[in-house]
């Protein structure tokens, strides 16, 4: 198993964002991805216009899964129309001396 971080964007509006969030967080449990940590990161401007909005909601995750499970993870985001962005980024372990 690997640690990655996803940050994920929501969109504002509260009950997209409940809905997105809760089916994220089933599709992470229905894959046997294990959530370590979750953060709330709060509302920020985007970079550019995503969907035609540009306020999002961000959340960081950081969980460890098998690297098969992401690209079946990937597709199964696209899906999510609760789900503006996503971005998987594996996190190097650090060697023991």
Avoid: C, W
């Amino acid at each position: 198993m690997r640690r990655y971080e996803l940050t994920v964007i929501f969109p504002m509006e509260e009950d997209q964002h409940r809905a997105g969030r809760e089916q994220l967080l089933s599709d992470l449990q229905a894959n046997g991805v294990e959530t370590e940590k979750t953060d709330e990161l709060g509302e920020k401007a985007l970079a550019y216009e995503i969907k035609k909005r540009t306020r999002g909601r961000y959340v960081l995750l950081v969980i460890k899964s098998d690297p098969s499970k992401i690209t079946v993870l990937d597709r199964i985001f696209k899906l999510n129309a609760n789900l503006l962005k996503y971005l998987f980024v594996r996190i190097e372990e650090q060697e023991q001396k």
